[in-house]
């Protein structure tokens, strides 16, 4: 079972910082099959990101995901109020699928 | 759009077997190339993937519930359901019912289910 390990805990950023969110792997993840959510409270995960890198329909452009292997980043390139929120990672490469433990946005 | 829909008991009791069915709108099951899974959540935690069947009744589950999961479809209802037996207060959580191809795009709202006597 791949373990995904998310960091930090919590990022305690500004409006119109630069949030970076990290996703490590226990083994190498089958083709970069990585996808990242949003989850607000008392609502469903969003899905942002797919295939590591490819931005699900509607997400704005300030999203992006990259990474290989067993590395991989979310980045927020300028949070924007509404993008505080729980971010996870999950990985789609190999069965079980698996979920980070998450990591929180919070306002500074 | 493609919606889904949770339903079933909100409480159960120890020991007994947690039902849900998951309704699908706006799109087939039949012949589709989507996976349907069931994810949970215990209240301020993380996400676990139970399992998915595919639209020709071929499931997998997580190692860890395996033993006691049980994931199905019904064409007829355009609906997928999932049972869960044995369940002590360790299963309680939001169960959402989700459909993807790996990566999961639409989730259901979620319904919660309890685990207490």
């Known amino acids: 079972e791949s373990v995904l390990t998310q960091s930090p805990g919590t990022l305690s950023l500004s409006p119109g910082e630069r949030a970076t969110l990290s996703c490590r792997a226990s083994?190498?993840?089958?083709?970069?099959?990585l996808a990242w959510y949003q989850q607000k409270p008392g609502q469903a995960p969003r899905l942002l990101i797919y295939?590591?890198?490819s931005r699900a329909t509607g997400i704005p452009d300030r999203f992006s995901g990259s990474g290989s292997g067993t590395d991989f980043t979310l980045t927020i390139s300028r949070l924007e109020p509404e993008d505080f929120a729980v971010y996870y990672c999950?990985?789609?490469?190999?069965?079980?699928?698996?979920f980070g433990q998450g990591t929180k946005v919070e306002v500074k | 759009q493609v919606q889904l829909q949770e339903s079933g008991p909100g409480l159960v009791k120890p020991s007994q077997t947690l039902s849900l069915t998951c309704t699908v709108s706006?799109?087939?099951?039949?012949?589709?190339?989507?996976?349907w899974s069931w994810i949970r959540q215990p209240a301020g935690k993380g996400l676990e993937w139970i399992g998915r069947?595919?639209?020709?009744?071929?499931?997998n589950y997580t190692p860890s519930l395996k033993s006691r999961v049980a994931i199905s479809v019904d064409m007829s209802k355009n609906q997928f359901s999932l049972k869960l037996s044995s369940v002590t207060a360790a299963d309680t959580a939001v169960y959402f019912c989700?459909?993807?191809?790996?990566?999961?795009?639409?989730w259901g709202q979620g319904t919660l289910v309890t685990v207490s006597s």
């Open positions: 295939g590591a890198s």
């Open positions: 083994q190498s993840v089958n083709s970069n099959y």
């Open positions: 999950q990985q789609y490469g190999s069965t079980p699928w698996t």
């Open positions: 989700v459909r993807g191809r790996g990566w999961f795009d639409s």
């Open positions: 069947i595919y639209p020709t009744g071929s499931t």
């Open positions: 706006g799109g087939s099951i039949v012949g589709s190339t989507f996976y």
